[in-house]
T-cell receptor
Framework: SQQGEEDPQALSIQEGENATMNCSYK?????LQWYRQNSGRGLVHLIL?????REKHSGRLRVTLDTSKKSSSLLITASRAADTASYFC????????????FGKGTKLSVIP | KAGVTQTPRYLIKTRGQQVTLSCSPI?????VSWYQQTPGQGLQFLFE???????NKGNFPGRFSGRQFSNSRSEMNVSTLELGDSALYLC?????????????FGPGTRLTVL
């Protein structure tokens, strides 16, 4: 079963706009990670946020984490056509399980 | 530093056959994880190895097995292939494994079972 659930499932925006994707999870976590996947390829790690952090930035990416609501959001500012990809959040199913559980992802399309 | 490599990149097999997929982690990484990705089920954890030991296994039948060698390279094997095994198989390597560690993914092996 999926630990994380992203929404929306698909998002289409114009180049230059901001894109916001949300992730909800079910159990307590130590960390939450966001990954990007270009069509049919491997996943690229974007950012890791720890459970004691509320917000983290990396370039045009901003991630927030609300452990009380068991949710996270990924904001991509000033989107580019190259940002077109699927975005997944991932959590570890229990400390020491070494198992990442992924949501079904948000498919982002950035129209030039 | 070279990334995670997976071979082969594409594979076509028929039902009942078996297949072996290979993953070479980033140099120095001792943890290798395997995931299956399908349109219906998404990304699902298969197993994780660290220093040749399997530390966790996902909810897959015994037809799915894996191993890790002393150089941290890993293989996974699927026996008696079924149509539903058609998927993108991804491996990821990291220093220590788990959610506290950035997982570096390979490009995947696309397996098609006819």
């Amino acid at each position: 079963s999926q630990q994380g659930e992203e929404d929306p499932q698909a998002l289409s925006i114009q180049e230059g706009e901001n894109a916001t994707m949300n992730c909800s999870y079910k159990t307590s976590i130590n960390n939450l990670q966001w990954y990007r996947q270009n069509s049919g390829r491997g996943l690229v790690h974007l950012i890791l946020i720890r459970s004691n952090e509320r917000e983290k930035h990396s370039g045009r990416l901003r991630v927030t984490l609300d452990t009380s609501k068991k949710s996270s959001s990924l904001l991509i500012t000033a989107s580019r056509a190259a940002d077109t990809a699927s975005y997944f959040c991932a959590t570890e199913r229990g400390a020491g399980s070494y198992q990442l559980t992924f949501g079904k992802g948000t498919k982002l399309s950035v129209i030039p | 530093k070279a990334g995670v490599t997976q071979t082969p990149r594409y594979l076509i097999k028929t039902r009942g056959q078996q297949v072996t997929l290979s993953c070479s982690p980033i140099s120095g990484h001792r943890s290798v994880s395997w995931y299956q990705q399908t349109p219906g089920q998404g990304l699902q954890f298969l197993f994780e190895y660290f220093s040749e030991t399997q530390r966790n296994k996902g909810n897959f039948p015994g037809r799915f097995s894996g191993r890790q060698f002393s150089n941290s390279r890993s293989e996974m094997n699927v026996s008696t292939l079924e149509l539903g095994d058609s998927a993108l198989y991804l491996c990821a390597s990291s220093l220590a494994g788990g959610g506290a560690d950035t997982q570096y993914f390979g490009p995947g092996t696309r397996l098609t079972v006819l």
